[in-house]
């Protein structure tokens, strides 16, 4: 849940960057890599947190 729920937090960082960065037009040192990174970061949460939630499901309905 966490790794999940950390990535979403870190894609809407993602997001507010670029609406600071082209529609607010506030000035951020090297914007585009700052978004993609943070993009990045979300995507990997999102699913190592996917992929955790669904091998502890798995492994639940073996020991069953």
């Not at 990535?7 to 700052?34: C, E, N, R, T, Y």
């Amino acid at each position: 849940f966490w790794a999940t729920f950390g990535g979403a937090v870190i894609f809407l960082l993602s997001d507010s960057l670029i609406a600071l960065a082209h529609l607010a037009k506030v000035p951020i040192p090297m914007p585009g890599v700052w978004i993609m990174v943070t993009y990045l970061v979300a995507e990997a949460g999102i699913a190592l947190g996917i992929a955790w939630q669904r091998l502890d499901e798995a492994g639940a309905g073996a020991r069953s």
